[in-house]
């Protein structure tokens, strides 16, 4: 089953990696571009070979919604790896996935997404990605682990909004919640963002609605609101 969220200029697509678990004979009427063929198959783990084809359906079915012809399709590499379309530079795109889901976003301005599941956290981590303010929000939630993965969702799609990645250290990115008092807010409301200490011009989309799970999509879009869920009949694998 695949789900789509229109977000102003934004087009969001997902799936649920159990339904080719479910479904082997679906794999035979998948059209992937080469290249992201060359990538799955070079995974060994079943699991994470199954996330990287549910990205490459999501990538092509986006591509072709946008009026791209796989046929002729060419992607190329930025400078940190960010894919895009070769000659298309109005239109960008963003892969994500973890656990038995995969999500996409594509729109005509760079954007980033990120999902991730709930885990159980390490002080390690929290030293490695989280500011001081925010490990101290943190331990003041209910439920610290989703906590944690609110933050890392709106970073994580920051960096690769900004096509950084992994490369950009986490801990030097604070995010502000309206709702976390970590510092004044400038915003209206939704989240703020600081790449050390200066606030960064984009503005973020959440989505919680999958239990244990929590998408977020950074973009330059003035708009900040999550969309209605619709999903996407089974006929778009091929």
Not at 15 to 22: G, M, S, V
Not at 182 to 204: H, M, T, W
């Amino acid at each position: 089953m695949y789900l789509c969220y229109d977000v102003n200029m934004w087009s969001i697509y997902g799936i649920d990696i159990r339904l080719l678990k479910e479904h082997p004979e679906y794999k035979e009427q998948i059209k992937l571009l080469p290249t992201r063929w060359e990538k799955v198959n070079k995974i060994k783990k079943e699991e994470d070979r199954l996330r990287s084809l549910a990205a490459g359906i999501l990538l092509s079915y986006g591509l072709r919604e946008n009026g791209i012809d796989l046929d002729a399709c060419q992607l190329i590499m930025g400078t940190h790896g960010k894919p895009q379309v070769a000659g298309c530079e109005g239109l960008h795109f963003n892969l994500s996935h973890t656990g038995n889901y995969a999500v996409a976003v594509f729109s005509d301005a760079p954007v980033g997404i990120d999902i991730e599941h709930r885990r159980a956290l390490k002080q390690t981590l929290l030293d490695k990605c989280c500011t001081k303010d925010e490990q101290a929000w943190i331990q003041s939630q209910p439920d610290k682990e989703m906590a944690f993965v609110r933050l890392w969702t709106a970073k994580e799609s920051y960096v690769k909004w900004s096509g950084e990645g992994i490369t950009f250290p986490l801990k030097n990115i604070a995010v502000h919640r309206r709702e976390n008092g970590i510092a004044s807010y400038p915003k209206k409301d939704g989240i703020a963002l600081y790449r050390e200490g200066i606030l960064q011009p984009v503005n973020f989309a959440e989505h919680d609605e999958i239990p244990d799970y929590h998408i977020c999509v950074c973009t330059e879009s003035e708009k900040e609101n999550a969309a209605e869920i619709i999903w996407l009949q089974e006929d778009s694998f091929s």
